[in-house]
C-alpha cells in the first residue's frame, strides 16, 4: 500500500453530467498528479498540483479542472462528460514536485 | 518533447527463463527514466528509476534495467522470471516533475 487513496473506486455516471474524484496523498507530500488510463493504453497525464497551483498540464480540454487544499488532498472535476472519458483515473503523490511517485488504486469511471 | 516507445505490447517467457522488456525513449534533456509495474485491479507501482547517476539500477523483485544514452534505451531485465512477474509493465520519461509520458505498456506472461 503507497499511502494515496482514491475515492470513490467506481463510479458509473450518464453522458452531460458531471463527476469529481477525490485523492488523498501520501502523508507529507505536497504534490499530487492526475492521469487518465483508458483501457489497453498507458496513463496519460491530466494536470499536477503543487501547493495548491496548477504546475503542469497535459493535452485535456478545459472541462477537466482540479483543486489543491491545504491538506493537499486534490479533486478531479470532469463537466460535461463524453463516453470517452470512460477510464481509470489514477492519483499519484510526491514530495515538492520530486519524480519517485506514489500511485493510488485508481478510481474506474464509466460514462454511459 | 518526449516521448517512450515500449517496443513489445505483449511477452511471453518461460517461468524460470530470462526477461526482457524494451523501452527507447525521446528526450530533448536528460530524462529521468523509470519502470512501473501494474498488476490487475492493482494500483501502479515503481520498480525502478534512472535520475543520471549509476546507469545500471537496480530495482526490486530482482528487476533492473540499463541506461543507454547512445542508444536512447532503458531496457528492463530479470535473470529468472517467476509466475508472480506476469503484470502489465510501464515504461515512463519525466522531463520535468510536472509532466511525465508513459508508453503504451507491455503485457508480460509467466507460462508454467
Known amino acids: 500500500e503507497t499511502g494515496v487513496t482514491q475515492s470513490p473506486t467506481h463510479l458509473i455516471k450518464t453522458r452531460g453530467q458531471q463527476v469529481t474524484l477525490r485523492c488523498s496523498s501520501q502523508?507529507?507530500?505536497?504534490?499530487v498528479s492526475w492521469y487518465q488510463q483508458a483501457l489497453g493504453q498507458g496513463p496519460q497525464f491530466i494536470f499536477q498540483y503543487y501547493r495548491e497551483e496548477e504546475n503542469g498540464r497535459g493535452n485535456f480540454p478545459p472541462r477537466f479542472s482540479g483543486l489543491q487544499f491545504p491538506n493537499y488532498s486534490s479533486e478531479l472535476n470532469v463537466n460535461a462528460l463524453e463516453l470517452d472519458d470512460s477510464a481509470l483515473y489514477l492519483c499519484?503523490?510526491?514530495?515538492?514536485?520530486?519524480?519517485?511517485?506514489?500511485f493510488g488504486q485508481g478510481t474506474r469511471l464509466t460514462v454511459v | 518533447a518526449q516521448s517512450v516507445t515500449q517496443l513489445d505490447s505483449h511477452v511471453s517467457v518461460s517461468e524460470g527463463t530470462p526477461v526482457l522488456l524494451r523501452c527507447n525513449y525521446s528526450?530533448?534533456?536528460?530524462?529521468?527514466l523509470f519502470w512501473y509495474v501494474q498488476h490487475p485491479n492493482k494500483g501502479l507501482q515503481l520498480l525502478l528509476k534512472?535520475?543520471?547517476?549509476?546507469?545500471l539500477v537496480k530495482g526490486i523483485n530482482g528487476f533492473e534495467a540499463e541506461f543507454k544514452k547512445s542508444e536512447t534505451s532503458f531496457h528492463l531485465t530479470k535473470p529468472s522470471a517467476h509466475m508472480s512477474d506476469a503484470a502489465e509493465y510501464f515504461c515512463v520519461v519525466i522531463l520535468n516533475a510536472g509532466k511525465s509520458t508513459f508508453g503504451d505498456g507491455t503485457t508480460l506472461t509467466v507460462k508454467p
Open positions: 528526450s530533448s534533456y536528460s530524462p529521468s
Open positions: 499519484a503523490s510526491t514530495w515538492d514536485r520530486g519524480t519517485e511517485a506514489f
Open positions: 502523508s507529507g507530500h505536497n504534490t
Open positions: 534512472y535520475t543520471s547517476a549509476a546507469t
